[in-house]
């Protein structure tokens, strides 16, 4: 910048000429380090060509399987800074626009030193979002349907807020490393045990056994966080499309008490499944009777 200035100063040259003289010399430094860089987020290093990685199955349990997540240093630290910039910007919109409501933050405190899956029904695009927004300044890893991280600039950032995917095959042997070392790293882990999304739905499907046999496997505490549509009035008015959204955390249910009730494994992960499901059902059903009733005296102090 400063020969820049003193050719400013003996001759007519352009001031965006002088701003932008240093980028060559810039490229000059970032261009070469740039693959030396990639190791640091588990992409591997370019060689003439070929692209040379770790041994994805150098630990048995799978925990250098960088196509699941990175736990490189460099990884978690621009992870971090591009999760808090999204969810601020999440919550602005979550808060605004859909008068996002969180309850029971209460029951996520419960044994911290504990190792805590979450599960919650899935009815939004933003779902992961909200539940973000809902236990921060905690943080969760999250499941993701595998096909979704193929997708050019998606995949990427989702993988940076947290996301991981689900393997179509082999899906438990190869996610239970990664999930062991996300409990090692004081993370919640997150899935949505109803699989795909069911947009706006108010009532919780069958639920896949994956979490609950983890929960099992790693004696861990499930609280299960359901998402409630709730109708949000307009100006007084309860509009067809306008919706409120309330994320509420549910008590936990403790794999251990579920291990000790029942003979195996496979029965206590069913009765997990069974509970869980029903606990969000009845929530949604008492939030659906609820809205109801506030339409009903809506329409009844109406001058109309």
């Known amino acids: 910048l400063v020969p820049g200035l003193a050719k400013l100063h003996a001759r007519p040259v352009s001031f965006l000429a002088v701003l932008l003289y240093p980028f060559p010399f810039f490229s000059l ?33 799978g925990r250098q399987d960088s196509a699941i997540v990175c736990f490189t240093l460099l990884y978690r630290l621009v992870s971090s800074i591009v999760y808090i910039v999204t969810l601020a910007v999440v919550f602005l919109f979550a808060k605004l626009v859909l008068g996002l409501r969180v309850e029971g933050r209460e029951h996520l405190r419960c044994a911290r030193d504990r190792r805590r899956i979450l599960i919650s029904n899935h ?11 809902a236990i921060f300044p905690q943080r969760t890893y999250f499941s993701a349907l595998e096909e979704t991280f193929s997708l050019p600039a998606v995949g990427h950032l989702i993988r940076l807020l947290g996301a991981f995917p689900l393997p179509r095959r082999n899906t438990l042997r190869r996610i239970e490393g990664p999930v062991e070392q996300m409990f090692s790293m004081g993370r919640l ?26 929960a099992c496997l790693h004696e861990a505490l499930v ?25 509420v955390v549910q008590e ?20 997990m499944q069974d509970e869980a499901r029903d606990r969000m059902n009845r929530l949604l059903r008492a939030e659906a009777r609820e809205s109801l009733t506030t339409r009903a005296i809506g329409r009844g102090s109406s001058p109309n």
């Open 29 to 61: 430094i970032v261009v070469p380090l740039s693959p030396a860089a990639m190791p640091g987020f588990g992409i591997g290093l370019d060689w003439k060509g070929p692209l040379l990685t770790a041994d994805a199955a150098t630990d048995r349990a």
């Open 123 to 133: 009815v939004l695009y933003l779902d992961c979002a909200m539940v973000g927004c």
């Open 189 to 214: 882990v997150h899935f949505f045990p109803e699989g795909e999304l069911r947009r706006l739905s108010q009532e919780a499907a069958e639920f896949k056994a994956g979490a609950f046999f983890l």
């Open 223 to 247: 609280i299960p966080v359901t998402l409630v549509i709730r109708d949000r009035p307009i100006v007084g008015h309860f509009l067809p499309r306008a919706f409120g959204v309330k994320v």
């Open 252 to 271: 936990a249910l403790d794999a251990r008490d579920y291990l000790c009730r029942y003979s195996t494994q496979q029965a206590a992960v069913q009765a």
